[in-house]
């Protein structure tokens, strides 16, 4: 479920100083060709400062401009976790 928002429910703006490693490619959680029309390429994870926990739709440029984000709840953070873990047993 997307926000369409890159607030956080106690204020807090999420900006590109927000955008910390490790970094997710678009298609390892959404099974959608062109998400956001193609723009958004990255993921992330990030924690408001409330304790909060979303992940950030990405579009890379110069720095990484936030598109939207969503919030994460337990299921999603354990399909990411799974995910990474499958990709870094590949490397």
Not at 49 to 70: A, H, N, R, S, V
């Amino acid at each position: 479920m997307n926000l369409r928002t890159t607030k956080c429910e106690c204020g807090y703006v999420f900006t590109d100083k927000d955008v910390k490693p490790p970094l997710m490619d678009v298609s390892m959680l959404k099974n959608q060709k062109n998400f956001y029309g193609g723009t958004v390429k990255k993921l992330c994870k990030a924690k408001c400062q409330c304790g909060k926990e979303y992940l950030l739709y990405l579009i890379p440029g110069k720095t990484f401009t936030i598109k939207d984000m969503e919030p994460l709840g337990a299921e999603e953070q354990k399909a990411i976790e799974k995910k990474t873990n499958q990709r870094r047993k590949r490397k």
